[in-house]
């Protein structure tokens, strides 16, 4: 089942000579629960086209439907809401809010949409994440790797359609960026989550089901 389409995707920054052209058309498609990497260069426009498939910006032209939905026809509101609800996003640099604990931080997506919080799936999804004993520490107070793991946590909370992570061992060591693909696969292959993953790691990337390379905006 097609949960990702992609059609002749653009972006282009700038005017006349100073226009950038950081995606060039590009369209594919994802099936429901399969891992999809996107490897590239930096500049290749690998970023650009995760930002534009999570609603994070608009295209200069093209489509991109999630579960059949054309999300560029929401205003800016509803695909705040739908991006929220439907598209888990991991960061390279986390992005967790510093005054809250790793279980307030992986409970905000449901906090900001007034829904409650399953203890029992939170429960579950501590010890998934290996986070149990840390559930009540600040960001500051855990290692790179539980704090992305702690953003994984954030990403997987609301059963999302799908998962981009752009870049998410790109600030940690070897074994944490182990530790961290791994989490992704088990995500991947227990929970069934369908997953975009964007890194410039050739070998991280051959974790995935299949591997789309980028380069000057375009697929290779």
């Given at each position: 089942?097609?949960?990702?389409?992609?059609?002749?995707?653009?972006?282009?920054?700038?005017?006349?000579?100073?226009?950038?052209?950081?995606?060039?058309?590009?369209?594919?498609?994802?099936?429901?629960?399969?891992?999809?990497?996107?490897?590239?260069?930096?500049?290749?426009?690998?970023?650009?086209?995760?930002?534009?498939?999570?609603?994070?910006?608009?295209?200069?032209?093209?489509?991109?439907?999630?579960?059949?939905?054309?999300?560029?026809?929401?205003?800016?509101?509803?695909?705040?809401?739908?991006?929220?609800?439907?598209?888990?996003?991991?960061?390279?640099?986390?992005?967790?809010?510093?005054?809250?604990?790793?279980?307030?931080?992986?409970?905000?997506?449901?906090?900001?949409?007034?829904?409650?919080?399953?203890?029992?799936?939170?429960?579950?999804?501590?010890?998934?994440?290996?986070?149990q004993s840390r559930r009540n520490h600040l960001p500051?107070?855990?290692?790179?790797?539980?704090?992305?793991?702690?953003?994984?946590?954030?990403?997987?909370?609301?059963?999302?359609?799908?998962?981009?992570?752009?870049?998410?061992?790109?600030?940690?060591?070897?074994?944490?960026?182990?530790?961290?693909?791994?989490?992704?696969?088990?995500?991947?292959?227990?929970?069934?989550?369908?997953?975009?993953?964007?890194?410039?790691?050739?070998?991280?990337a051959k974790v995935a089901d299949r591997i789309i390379?980028?380069?000057?905006?375009?697929?290779?």
């Amino acid at each position: 089942m097609e949960i990702l389409k992609v059609e002749n995707l653009t972006k282009i920054y700038g005017k006349e000579e100073s226009k950038v052209v950081a995606l060039d058309h590009v369209s594919f498609t994802v099936e429901k629960g399969e891992f999809v990497a996107i490897v590239g260069a930096s500049g290749s426009g690998k970023s650009t086209l995760l930002h534009l498939i999570g609603g994070v910006d608009r295209p200069t032209s093209g489509k991109v439907f999630i579960d059949g939905k054309d999300i560029f026809k929401f205003n800016d509101d509803k695909l705040a809401i739908f991006r929220r609800r439907q598209v888990g996003l991991i960061y390279q640099f986390y992005n967790l809010i510093p005054i809250l604990n790793v279980e307030e931080n992986i409970t905000l997506p449901l906090s900001l949409d007034n829904r409650e919080v399953d203890k029992d799936k939170l429960d579950v999804m501590l010890n998934l994440l290996g986070l149990q004993s840390r559930r009540n520490h600040l960001p500051n107070e855990l290692s790179g790797g539980q704090q992305q793991r702690t953003s994984i946590g954030r990403a997987l909370i609301t059963d999302p359609t799908i998962i981009l992570a752009d870049e998410p061992t790109g600030n940690l060591d070897s074994k944490s960026s182990d530790e961290i693909v791994s989490l992704l696969k088990k995500s991947n292959k227990d929970l069934k989550q369908t997953i975009i993953m964007i890194t410039h790691n050739m070998e991280i990337a051959k974790v995935a089901d299949r591997i789309i390379k980028i380069e000057d905006g375009k697929i290779v």
